[in-house]
């Protein structure tokens, strides 16, 4: 184990010193890579090296042999560690025993005067201990703390401020923190993956997690710049299923997607398994209720959607207070857990539903609850059978022990949304067997025109322009007018096809929710004359679809919001259209 940390001690040091790194406590003084390689091996010999020196990757070694401190800093930092903080949990914060927050010195010197704050000595650990400093040498002085130890930490920009992030228990963490991850920015002189937002630190410690499908990802991203532009997104798209962590990766396609020669087939081929995975997924009991759309006068909506995001708690100073969410397809509730803050829960309330009738129906009140917990307590409410697509809470008396009558931690829904089909062929390109009518005719969403196969043998082929899961294809047909039999194909992209027979009176043949890009129907003898045809199913946008990705990787880790938010603004931007 040991072995490991010291060969990629090794070469991320010989990586980090291409270019010579300066001495904090003096700033004309070098470090000499080879001597800090020696040092690093030795002391993982002598046992003074955490865990974490050992555990971690190359790339977190590189934030502990780029320390600015010198061997002799690193030793002094050892021997006058507080106790109690010489662990790898608690090294991080031994800075905040050690030294003191000073805008002056003892003698009246002024923090900005620079040399003379320090009695012009060298900066060292030991010197800021003894003097003091502000935030940039608080958070200098506990990267270097945890340097000493083999513990990956680095100091990060904030406005006006300088705070420090280090590696705690598998990841990273703020210090001496004033304005949180969205406003942390890599610190000058050291070297960051991507882009300069601290929380990308978070992105790729994901990724290194699992190092063989970061690095096959990124041999996928390499390989993509290789072949012709139109086959990039393929590759891409398997490098993001490799590892979603590959925040490069997701740059790349963004590129690759807006290629003009690339086909739509290609597209749809390689977004099926993705296309599966999420109806697997949303046909699972899971809380139902994160990230949807929610309104309320007292609660607001930002604070709802930071609520159902399960980023932040809300409040309510009035008594009287409600708020909706809207689920955005039918839905089976099956429990409503909610996490109160304090005393400030309700404990007279109604809760109502809106069916599919499009009326709100009284499901659940105060009296059906259970209540677990004494303080901060939580709520938990059964389910119900109707199909739901909307909850509305009507809140009218709070515990009235603090300030504000309702303050929420958590709201959760249990449940699974279920597929509202839909035409999905409506005014969608159709090409059909030569000698027959106009097949426009067929997808225009009326009755009122007639089209005729006009052939022993005829055939229509609808491009649906997007993956959709097909629940059935209905015919309309003229009145006396039919086939003697319906054979319906359908596939994804250039995949395999897939048919279903039709039955006598071939009104409707089921299609079982597979999924097509295309469906063709060919009638055998009789009489083919249409009025028209529709195939109901489930539409996947593509970018849609490369959210959803995004948000199944990213949703589960809290900490990772910002990236998200930015991946989906990149796929927003996005020129493809379906």
């Keep these: 184990l040991k072995m490991t940390g010291i060969r990629n001690s090794y070469v991320e040091v010989f990586k980090k010193f291409a270019h010579k790194i300066r001495a904090s406590a003096v700033g004309r003084n070098m470090i000499d890579w080879e001597a800090r390689y020696q040092t690093y091996m ?16 190359a ?28 662990n790898p949990s608690k090294i991080g914060g031994a800075t905040h025993r050690m030294m003191s927050y000073k805008l002056k010195n003892d003698d009246g010197t002024s923090v900005h005067a620079g040399s003379p704050y320090y009695y012009y000595l060298p900066v060292s650990l030991k010197s800021m201990h003894e003097i003091g400093g502000v935030c940039g040498a608080i958070s200098k002085f506990a990267a270097g703390m945890c340097h000493a130890y083999g513990v990956a930490a680095v100091p990060v920009g904030q406005p006006g401020h300088c705070a420090y992030i280090w590696y705690r228990g598998g990841n990273w963490v703020l210090g001496n923190d004033v304005s949180g991850w969205g406003s942390s920015n890599s610190h000058w ?137 809207d689920f955005g397809k039918p839905s089976t509730i099956k429990e409503i857990k909610i996490h109160w803050i304090g005393w400030s829960m309700a404990v007279v309330y109604d ?25 901060n307590m939580w709520t938990y409410l059964d389910g119900w059978d109707m199909k739901t697509t909307k909850i509305k809470f009507e809140l009218k008396k709070g515990a009235g022990r603090e300030k504000h009558p309702y303050a929420i931690w958590r709201f959760i829904v249990m449940g699974v949304c279920h597929d509202f089909p839909g035409d999905v062929s409506k005014g969608k390109p159709v090409k059909e067997n030569p000698g027959s009518s106009d097949p426009v005719t067929l997808v225009d969403g009326t009755n009122s025109t007639i089209w005729n196969g006009n052939s022993e043998t005829s055939w229509f082929e609808i491009n649906l322009k997007r993956i959709c899961a097909l629940d059935n294809i209905e015919f309309f047909w003229v009145d006396g007018a039919k086939p003697e039999n319906v054979k319906v194909t359908y596939k994804v992209g250039s995949g395999q096809e897939a048919q279903k027979l039709g039955e006598d009176p071939f009104k409707k043949v089921p299609l079982s929710m597979d999924c097509g890009t295309t469906v063709r129907v060919e009638m055998f003898g009789g009489n083919a004359a249409l009025k028209g045809v529709k195939a109901c199913g489930v539409s996947y946008n593509v970018k849609e679809v490369l959210k959803a990705k995004v948000r199944e990787a990213y949703s589960l880790k809290k900490d990772l919001y910002y990236v998200r938010m930015h991946l989906d603004k990149s796929i927003n931007n996005m020129t493809y259209e379906d």
């Design 42 to 57: 030795r002391w993982s010999e002598e046992d003074v090296l955490f865990s974490p020196f050992f555990e971690g990757t």
């Design 59 to 86: 790339w977190h070694l590189r934030y502990v042999v780029g320390s600015w401190q010198t061997e002799e800093e690193h030793i002094w930092a050892r021997e006058n560690t507080p106790e109690g903080y010489d």
């Design 189 to 325: 002189g050291i070297q960051y993956t991507w882009m300069r937002q601290a929380y990308y630190f978070r992105v790729m410690n994901e990724a290194q997690k699992n190092l063989a499908g970061y690095r096959l990802s990124e041999k996928l991203r390499i390989a993509s710049k290789l072949v012709n532009p139109e086959d990039r997104f393929e590759i891409l798209e398997d490098a993001t299923t490799e590892c979603p962590y590959n925040f490069a990766v997701w740059l790349d396609l963004k590129g690759a997607i807006n290629e003009p020669n690339l086909q739509k087939q290609t597209v749809q081929n390689a977004l099926l398994p993705t296309v599966l995975k999420q109806r697997e997924k949303e046909a699972q009991v899971s809380d139902i209720a994160k990230e949807k759309n929610a309104t309320s006068q007292c609660f607001g909506a930002d604070g709802m959607k930071s609520l159902l995001e399960q980023r932040g708690a809300v409040s309510c100073d009035t008594q009287i207070a409600d708020f909706e969410i």
């Design 351 to 375: 809760v109502f539903a809106l069916g599919e009738d499009g009326n709100y129906v009284l499901v659940r009140t105060h009296n059906d609850h259970r209540l677990v917990g004494w303080y």
